[in-house]
């Protein structure tokens, strides 16, 4: 057992000594005080385990005594602090592997929050979007392969191993471009926590300054003379400052929400990104060209776009093409065109009717539905009072964006050879052009007019053009979230001009110093601070009206 320790609480009655450190080569702050006490320990080991003596004080006035603990502190024991050679002892794997994930973790926010990383990173992605505007998208292989071929490249090298290998024929879910969205995303991210967030927390702390030549180093700095720094605070919290004092000190400031500005804006740029990789990996689509009359269930035309495309139960939905019909310009171009849709559910009960147009889509489910186009399906006719017969009609190739449609009515039977008829062509719904058995013009005919018209000794009636409609079906659940993203890009970008601006003042005797600046708008800051400072009064006129206070009281 060793010694025990001994605390010297205070005893002016006993004798105590300061020893020396043995080597007078140490200087003075490394030596270690050492005290011995010349008291005898009072009490003895009862088996009890470690006791206190107390030793009562000598006769006085003070109640100082010396207190023993029989418990001495344990022994270094080898491997803590220093073992007995006097090396260092061992680092522990643990801490060492947590010591160089910390100092990972640091050098890749370092590098993530790179400003010139970031900026490269845009650019790529804007120019990855501008290609894939000019690369058809989703088009078969063999589109590519006509368009790209590798015995004619484009530009001399680019052929359709450069569409079809990095996924460009679908460039907004390509691995390229939502891999640069990640990146980027994840610099952000980056830069929020390493830049922004300890910007804010600075620009939160209250710091007052208590000397006059810190003060006269801000941007902007005057003095005012015989000037209190109460009154300066009114009238800076009139201006819309919020003032803290402590006691000559002030410190002021307005448009902390600049501060919190970029940070909205990273956060809304990494939502407007989330919601384009939902909307390429999540989404479906599908098209289709329906007759007027027939119908066709949403789920048999939806194809997924990603891994993450989860089937909705609406797809079961059925849709009836009730009408379509077209509206004309007075020169006879197509104007408009509409769609009459009825969606029926799984028990054949109609949900949801509704007529819609293009760029006036129908939305039901999470399923939007747009009118996209439209088509000639068939021409319904009567030859001499009988039918009426439906005539597909078929599109012909036309150079130009220009369509044409045409059928054909036989007059002989079709088992004899070289069969002969009309032939009728049409570009709208509105009119239908005839030609008889050898090719010659005969007249053209309206459906609507319901007027019969001679070819080849045959009496013809067009009772009917049967549109037929074009659709694009479509769910997106990254719209909401890319439009709230960007709504809140707008919003944050708007506040994050709002400046940031500090005031501070000490007061020296009867003068004011005060400083300030401002992360924006300088020259307004400074303009505004001359403003303000011109209202604050001075203690002369105070003090005037302060003694003729009293005196008009005497």
Known sequence: MPSPTCYLLLNPSRTCHRLRPPSPRLPARCARLRVSC???????????????GVIPAGPGKGKKQVVFFDAAPPVAQQGDGEDVKGKAPEVKKDGAALRALRRATKRTLSVLSN????????????????????????????????????????????TWRWILTPGFDHMFSSPVFLGLLALLAASLMACTFTTQLPMVKVAKRWSFMSSGGSIRKQDFAESLPR???????????????????????????????????PIGVHVAMIFVMAGATLSATGSFKGSVDVP????????????PKGIFSVAPDVFNTEVHVNRFYMEYYDSGEVSQFYSDLSLFDLDGKEVMRRTIKVNDPLRYGGITIYQTDWGFSALQVKKNGEGPFNLAMAPLQLNGNKKLYGTFLPLQD??????????????????????????????????????????????ILIEDAIGSTGLDLKTDPGIPIVYAGFGALMLTTCISYLSHAQLWA???????????????????????????????????SVGEKTVDNKSSTA
């Open 38 to 52: 010349d008291v005898p320990r009072q009490g003895g080991d009862d088996g009890g385990g470690p006791k206190r």
């Open 227 to 261: 000037a209190s720094i109460q009154d300066l605070g009114v009238i800076l919290m009139g201006a819309g400052y919020e003032v803290f004092t402590k006691g000559p000190s002030l410190y002021a400031f307005k448009g902390l929400a600049g501060r919190y500005a």
């Open 115 to 158: 400003l010139p990383l970031a900026i490269t990173e845009m650019f790529a992605i804007a120019g990855l979007m501008a290609l894939g505007t000019v690369i058809d998208q989703g088009e078969a292989p063999s589109h590519y392969f006509e368009q790209f071929p590798e015995d004619n490249p484009v530009f001399g090298f680019i």
């Open 414 to 459: 079709s088992d004899s050879s070289g069969v002969k008829g009309i032939s009728m062509l049409a570009r709208d719904l509105q009119s239908i052009v005839l030609y008889d058995q050898d090719g010659k013009f005969v007249g053209v005919r309206r459906p609507s007019s319901k007027l019969p018209i001679e070819i080849n000794g045959n009496e």
């Open 292 to 303: 007027q009359g027939l119908n066709f269930v949403i789920g048999d035309i939806m194809k």
């Open 506 to 540: 000490l007061q020296d005797g009867t003068t004011v110093v005060v400083g300030g600046k401002s992360n924006r708008a300088k020259i307004e800051f400074s303009d505004e601070m001359n403003r303000l400072l011109n209202k604050v009064p001075e203690l002369v």
